[in-house]
């Protein structure tokens, strides 16, 4: 009785697949075909897959090859289920040739040639058409997306343009940068704005109304009433708005929304966050209103506050110290109905970045800086009940937000899984009281 195991994504299940299972089943008696769990392929950076863990496993089963079929969860779990399983050979395509070669400590390994013309990438690529972005705003945070977009499938960047004169290229002339919003639209479908907050309506309606989906650094509107006429154009032209806040997109930040939905620390009573930074080209005697730390950082302060207790708060306080026309450092209360929330934001000061979840049966500790979230530690009365979770990002993260955005794009509708346009005009009216200050 020889065992033969094969591993592989299988997503979309195509001909060069079942060409590789026949062909490897023929090499013995059994055949064992390990197919990829959706984190470990996030873990291992693949970020393009369509199919769940599920729907792959059902189409490997229904190809009847497979006499069984086992999930791959972890790197280096192919020796042990080598071990586990008594397997005799291990196949795999000949574009993986070498990688295995370390396997033939344990059973025997054959490379298979793999199918010509066909792959999972190629009927991805033509089942969506490409998302071709443009860049409004050439700075740090504009970079760091264009340098992540390369990671996620199915989006590219086709050129950038800037409204300030005196900017500096940063793409190192990797990305075309244009001087004129006719030759900006031409050939793109999305735009990613990366500017200052007081520009962003007219940014956010202007793409819309060129055809472009949109994804935009929060806080995305200043007020309510911008917000709503920028998703009642986007309902119109049948047009995404996205936000940008990268947090919302972590692993790890999911998880924890997950396991406070599910009641694990009880009621949640209050949440506590800060975020603050010293950008080293700060200036507050130089600094307009809108370079001040609750632009700035309200979006992301008020991500957790907004997605654990919602949309519906009864009162909102700020307290702000300004030292020129920016908001050096802001004070937030935000009053629900049986729960309370706080944040403080700072710009040119440095405090503690952490969030603290409370609740009625333990609280969720996460570390400085929390919007950075890959690990967090939910707390009990007992200590011993302590529950440490760990979720890695790959990168700077933002990779989540590109391909999140190219998803809803590609799924047709214009409401995204992780946000809804409530909470998006919940957080407008946030900025709105503190600009009513
Ligand atoms: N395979 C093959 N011929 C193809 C495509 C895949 O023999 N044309 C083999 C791979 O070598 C691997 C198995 O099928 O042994 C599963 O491959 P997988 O990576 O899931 O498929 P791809 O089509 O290569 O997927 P992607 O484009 O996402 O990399």
Avoid at 64 to 93: H, M
Wanted: glycine share 8%.
């Amino acid at each position: 009785m020889t065992t033969v195991i094969t591993y592989g994504t299988y997503d979309l299940l195509h001909y060069g697949h079942i060409r590789l299972l026949e062909r490897a089943k023929a090499l013995g008696d059994k055949l064992i075909v390990g197919v990829t769990a959706d984190a470990y392929d996030q873990e291992r950076g693949k970020l393009n897959v369509q199919q769940s863990t599920l729907e792959r496993v059902e189409a490997i089963k229904a190809t009847g090859l497979a006499d069984q079929v086992i999930i791959e969860e972890y790197e280096g779990q192919k020796i042990a289920d080598i071990q586990k399983y008594d397997v005799d050979i291990f196949a795999i395509g000949s574009d993986w040739r070498g990688k295995f070669d370390y396997i033939g400590d344990y059973c025997k390994v054959v490379y298979l040639e793999r199918t010509r013309g066909v792959s999972s990438t190629e009927i991805r690529a033509a089942s969506n058409p490409m998302v071709k972005c443009g860049i409004r705003g050439i700075n740090r945070i504009s970079k760091k997306f264009f340098e992540e977009m390369q990671f996620v499938s199915g989006i590219e960047a086709d050129c950038a343009i800037s409204d300030d004169s005196d900017f500096e290229d940063c793409f190192d002339g990797r990305l075309n940068i244009v001087d004129s919003y006719d030759e900006f639209y031409e050939g793109i479908n999305a735009v990613a704005i990366f500017d200052s907050i007081d520009r962003h309506f007219d940014a956010v309606m202007d793409a819309l109304n060129h055809g472009c989906h949109v994804l935009c650094a929060g806080p995305l509107f200043m007020n309510e009433a911008e917000a709503k006429e920028a998703f009642a154009l986007a309902e119109e032209k049948g047009l995404v708005i996205f936000d940008a806040v990268k947090t919302l997109y972590f692993p790890a930040f999911e998880h924890l929304l997950l396991l406070i939905a599910s009641g694990h620390i009880g009621q949640v009573k209050s949440i506590d966050v800060s975020c603050s930074q010293i950008p080293s080209d700060f200036d507050p005697k130089k600094a307009t209103k809108f370079d001040g730390a609750l632009y700035d950082w309200g979006g992301l302060a008020s991500l957790p506050i907004v997605k654990i207790l919602g949309t519906d708060y009864k009162d909102i306080e700020y307290f702000v110290h300004r030292e020129g026309e920016a908001d050096l450092f802001t004070q937030c209360l935000i009053r629900y109905d049986d729960a309370v929330a706080s944040f403080k934001v700072g710009k040119g000061v440095k405090t503690e970045g952490n969030m603290v979840i409370t609740g009625t049966k333990g609280y969720v500790y996460v570390a400085a800086p929390w919007w950075k979230i890959d690990y967090f530690e939910v707390r009990h009365e007992d200590l011993r009940a302590t529950r440490r979770e760990f979720y890695r990002y790959a990168g700077e993260g933002l990779r989540y937000e590109a391909l999140e955005f190219v998803r809803t794009i590609n799924s047709g509708n214009l409401h995204h899984r992780l946000q809804s346009e409530e909470e998006i005009l919940c957080e407008a009216r946030i900025v709105e009281a503190f600009s009513n200050q």
